[in-house]
């Protein structure tokens, strides 16, 4: 088995939470927390665990004796190509309490995206650490996997090396003539601590998510092909060659026909997702998307400008001709990081609309602290046609040229709304605030607060800018319909 790793270091802190994060899923445990908390490192949105092969297999075994229950994978090269096409393995892989980094793959994963050391954890260097300490702890092994009678003389093999192990039972993988349940009360009834299951990626993970809630042994541990070479039905790459992370190339010497698609296009395939990896793990892609959507908002504004320069000053024209006031109205909102800034807007208020406000306060129609009315008897004539159109906002193409806002973004709040903000809500103001965005195209108004915020967070945890294009084109016949604009 070649499985290959490699992950971004966390600080000490860092993986605390993460730790801690876990603790709320099903499969965590003191293992989990302990490994975590010790050294933790992230890769390819991943949580791996470090340490020595020794005192990792003590652990496990130690995991096994007290009854804490796990579930225990390997990550390589291999995994990282099948989880990126597979969604039920990767979430298999989510599942697990334990992912421990196997190979030289994933260390130069990790070399790219800046990491630092990572272990080299895989099954088949683990595996004798395991069996030692569970001879000297008196805990039993159930092998599931391999060929007929592969996984019976692994067993043997290994309890010539450790006297006193133990092996709970064995049972190949091909068992065509009894069922998965069947199979399930041999493993349960078998005594067994740790059930180690060889049936290869991505069947072994899916076979142990699916079948986790029946089993009564505490560890389980997805091996892959761990048992063809301790039953010495295939030989181990030489130990300079491994020292070299070049095990794979031996078993691809071993195995052309079956290995070349898996270990020649699927390690292109492994180094292009290391460096898509590497590229956002090292701040390029964030920086990459920050300046195309800035040139986005610059190109889009200055395009406006120069459009829809004649309506603006039709706007400006009807709102001084109404009641003599400033067609303008600038108001402090708060942008990206809470910064206060000016915002530009076509005045549909009439003059003295702030101090009027106070008296209103009880007809709000709003579930928040945003005011809103439908029939809000400031809005002047044609503060309401402009209002209907969003065309109120119009003037704000000088605050996106400005670089205080962006065509696409959470709407900006004002003072006092932040100010009553929940810890959720002060998340909406991680970006830049904009122009339109989800819940300005999918109702505006009439969307509540509380949902608004569910779609603004969402916004700023995924944006592109092919969901930024997306919006722009949605904004249009949201103006035109008019729904929740008031």
């Known amino acids: 088995m070649s499985l290959y790793h490699s992950a971004a270091s966390f600080s000490e802190s860092e993986a605390r939470q993460v730790s801690h994060h876990l603790i709320g899923r099903s499969s965590i445990s003191e293992l989990a927390v302990s490994l975590y908390d010790d050294n933790a490192t992230s890769l390819f ?26 579930i225990i994978q390997f990550v390589n090269a291999h995994c990282v190509n099948v989880m990126h096409k597979d969604k039920q393995y990767r979430e298999a892989l989510n599942e697990a309490g334990v992912l421990l980094p196997d190979g030289s793959g994933l260390r130069l994963a990790g070399t790219l995206a800046g990491s630092g050391e990572l272990s080299n954890l895989n099954g088949t260097d683990l595996f004798p650490h395991i069996c030692k300490a569970a001879a000297r702890a008196q805990q039993s092994i159930f092998l599931l996997g391999g060929s007929p009678g592969i996984a019976s003389a692994a067993a043997n093999n290994m309890r010539k090396r ?18 998965d349940e069947q199979v399930i009360d041999i493993i349960n009834n078998s005594g067994a601590s740790i059930l180690m299951v060889g049936m290869g990626v991505p069947m072994q993970e899916k076979w142990i998510a699916k079948y986790r809630n029946q089993l009564t042994v505490p560890v389980i541990m997805g091996v892959g092909g761990l048992f063809d070479y301790y ?23 071993m195995e052309p026909r079956r290995l070349a698609k898996r270990y020649i296009w699927g390690n292109l395939r492994f180094i292009g997702h290391a460096v898509a990896h590497a590229f956002v793990a090292r701040g390029h892609a964030e920086r990459y998307a920050a300046a195309s959507k800035r040139s986005l908002d610059l190109s889009i504004a200055l395009l406006a400008l120069v459009v829809l320069g004649p309506l603006a000053a039709a706007i400006c024209l009807f709102i001084t001709m109404e009641d003599r006031g400033s067609p303008f109205f600038r108001q402090t909102r708060i942008g990206a990081d809470g910064k206060p800034f000016k915002i530009w807007k076509f005045r549909s208020m009439y003059k003295d609309a702030e101090a009027r406000k106070a008296g209103l306060s009880e007809q709000n129609e709003r579930d928040s602290v945003c005011f809103k009315m439908k029939k809000d008897p400031r809005v002047t004539y044609v503060g309401k046609f402009i209002r209907r159109l969003s065309l109120d906002e119009l003037p704000q193409i000088l605050n996106i040229i400005s670089g205080e806002m962006s065509i696409v973004g959470p709407r900006p709040a004002l003072p006092n709304e932040v100010l009553s903000y929940a810890d959720k809500e002060r998340g909406r103001l991680r970006g830049k605030p904009g122009l339109t965005c989800i819940w300005q195209v999918s109702g505006r108004a009439d969307i509540p607060f509380a949902k608004q915020v569910d779609m603004d967070l969402d916004y700023l945890t995924s944006k592109s800018l092919l969901k930024d294009l997306k919006l722009i084109t949605q904004t249009v016949p949201a103006v035109l319909t008019g729904r929740g604009a008031y």
């Not at 340490?51 to 075994?61: E, F, M, N, R, W």
């Not at 450790?162 to 069922?179: H, V």
């Open 45 to 70: 949105d991943l949580t791996l665990a470090n340490g020595s092969l020794d005192q990792v297999g003590t652990q496990i075994v130690d995991a096994a004796s007290n009854g804490d229950r796990n």
């Open 162 to 179: 450790f006297p006193g192990l133990r092996f709970a039972g064995t049972q190949n993988g091909y068992f065509s003539d009894i069922s």
């Open 231 to 253: 039953s010495n039905s295939i030989a181990r790459a030489p130990q300079i060659l491994r020292d070299m992370g070049l095990e794979w190339g031996w078993r691809l010497a």
